[in-house]
């Protein structure tokens, strides 16, 4: 740009920064409050706020209820020591609504002057796919139900959270897999972690020990508190199968009597 004049080099690169899809201020630290002197056209469309509210004023107006400290506190370290910056933080534009920000502060010194230069994308979308990814890594996690055997014909598994039609069904194939391929003549289900609505899981156990009696192996259920015990009990008819124990220790020692 060396032979354009100074004023159409600026208005070139304005003209870029307000093309960008980043959001770009720059900050005047030995100002009061170190406020914001300039602010690209991206900045204020993604905020709602317009140049004139903005202007004059610290960074610190897009933070609200749910912006992380430690965040904050980062950024603060950051423009205290005077190093480049980068921290993902929930911001609020003008109407409340919150996005991601991902937010990256840098120290430049013009004409022994020093400004903060900031660059904010909006990473919304993006978070909002990890998370969904993570939840349903969470849901396949728990799908897998891990069977663990303790002693050479003695299996357990250990179920956590809820149980759906879906995960029970997974159960059932695993188990029976297991216990066949293992030669398991005890199977332990520990409900330890496991909760449930309304209906209890009573008639699926049912439908497993009867699945594995077939098989020739037996079923007991691990975990059960006195509380849990009154819930299942309730739905139990008199000749249900189904052995109960407070703890795996409880059964095991029934099963090596
Ligand atoms: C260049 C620059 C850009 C900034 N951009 C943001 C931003 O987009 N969102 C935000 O929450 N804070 C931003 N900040 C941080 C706040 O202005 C402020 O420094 C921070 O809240 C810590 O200071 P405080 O404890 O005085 O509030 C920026 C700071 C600077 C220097």
Redesign the pocket.
């Known amino acids: 740009m060396e032979k354009m004049e100074v004023g159409t080099q600026i208005q070139l690169l304005e003209a870029m920064l307000d093309g960008s899809k980043v ?1 770009t ?3 005047d ?1 030995a100002k009061e ?2 406020p ?1 002197i300039y602010a690209n056209h991206t900045f204020t469309e993604m ?1 709602g706020y317009a140049k004139e509210e903005l202007l004059g004023q ?3 107006f ?2 609200g209820p749910k ?1 992380a400290p430690d ?3 980062q ?2 370290q950051g ?1 205290k020591n005077q190093e480049k910056t980068t921290v993902i ?1 929930r ?1 609020y534009r003008k109407d409340g609504t919150p996005f991601w ?1 991902r ?1 990256a ?2 120290p430049v010194t013009v004409e022994e002057k020093l400004y ?3 660059t ?1 994308t909006d990473i919304t979308v993006e978070k909002m796919q990890q998370e969904a990814l993570s939840e349903n890594e969470s849901e396949i996690e728990k799908l897998m139900l891990p069977i663990l055997s303790i002693q050479p014909n003695v299996a357990t598994v250990a179920l956590v959270g809820t149980m759906s039609l879906q995960r029970f069904e997974a159960l059932k194939v695993k188990l029976c897999e297991y216990v066949s391929e293992h030669r398991i003549e005890h199977a332990l289900l520990d409900i330890t972690g496991l909760t449930w609505n309304e209906e209890s899981p009573l008639h699926w156990f049912t439908q497993i020990c009867e699945a594995l009696r077939i098989m020739g192996s037996h079923l007991y259920i691990t975990g059960v508190t006195p509380q849990a015990a009154t819930e299942l009990v309730r739905d139990l008819d008199r000749d249900n199968m189904l052995k109960t124990y407070s703890s795996i220790e409880k059964a095991l020692a029934d099963i090596n009597e």
Do not use: M, S
Request: some cysteine; overall charge neutral.
């Open positions: 959001g201020i720059v900050t630290p409050d170190n914001i905020t610290n960074c610190r897009l933070q912006t965040a904050i506190d950024i603060r423009i933080l911001n920000n937010l502060i840098a903060f230069i900031g904010q």
